[in-house]
T-cell receptor, first 112, second 117 residues
Framework: TQLLEQSPQFLSIQEGENLTVYCNSS?????LQWYRQEPGEGPVLLVTVVTGGEVKKLKRLTFQFGDARKDSSLHITAAQPGDTGLYLC????????????FGQGTELSVKP | DTGVSQDPRHKITKRGQNVTFRCDPI?????LYWYRQTLGQGPEFLTYFQNEAQLEKSRLLSDRFSAERPKGSFSTLEIQRTEQGDSAMYLC???????????????FGSGTRLTVV
């Protein structure tokens, strides 16, 4: 059973387009994190959201945590080839030792 | 401190052999996690340590797997009698303890890619 469902799993777009990746669950999380991973490397943390309804921006990336803390989205404006990679959402629950539950990832390809 | 280091980066082994991986976390982080990632999937939790104590093990961690963190610094993950199904990327991560860790995120190493032939 996948506790965190990410969609879409694959996304291929042209440079300059906008996109949104979704991360959904029926469970409540105390925090939700987004990571970006390149082939052969470990995930790199982009952002952590902890408050329901929270919105965080990182240059052209906008992250939102759902009001009920069960879902999140990542929106990229004017995508660039450098944004290509695997995007992972991961949730943490309270009193679980900081253990993260990961979604299956969204493979993004941005073509010039 | 340059982050989380993992060694080796790649390991090819024959089925039935034992392998050991090492992880050096960020020195001030008292929590250390091991995850396994197969192609096209997100990482799956294996086990974690707070200082030298192993506090949780996933059911994914069969009795062929053992992890240690002596002295609460580096950690090793050993797989005995490897099987082809063990082929994966093994990731180590560290974080500050408590909710601070969950709220501030992990720092991952670059992983060890294991191929069992």
């Amino acid at each position: 059973t996948q506790l965190l469902e990410q969609s879409p799993q694959f996304l291929s777009i042209q440079e300059g387009e906008n996109l949104t990746v979704y991360c959904n669950s029926s469970s409540v999380f105390s925090s939700l994190q987004w990571y970006r991973q390149e082939p052969g490397e470990g995930p790199v943390l982009l952002v952590t959201v902890v408050t329901g309804g929270e919105v965080k921006k990182l240059k052209r990336l906008t992250f939102q945590f759902g009001d009920a803390r069960k879902d999140s989205s990542l929106h990229i404006t004017a995508a660039q080839p450098g944004d290509t990679g695997l995007y992972l959402c991961a949730g943490a629950r309270r009193n679980q030792g900081g253990k993260l539950i990961f979604g299956q990832g969204t493979e993004l390809s941005v073509k010039p | 401190d340059t982050g989380v280091s993992q060694d080796p980066r790649h390991k090819i082994t024959k089925r039935g052999q034992n392998v050991t991986f090492r992880c050096d976390p960020i020195s001030e982080h008292n929590r250390l996690y091991w995850y396994r990632q197969t192609l096209g999937q997100g990482p799956e939790f294996l086990t974690y340590f707070q200082n030298e104590a192993q506090l949780e093990k996933s059911r994914l961690l069969s009795d062929r797997f053992s992890a240690e963190r002596p002295k609460g610094s580096f950690s090793t993950l050993e797989i005995q009698r490897t099987e082809q199904g063990d082929s994966a990327m093994y990731l180590c991560a560290s974080s500050p303890g408590g909710d601070r860790g969950a709220n501030y995120g992990y720092t991952f190493g670059s992983g060890t890619r294991l191929t069992v032939v």
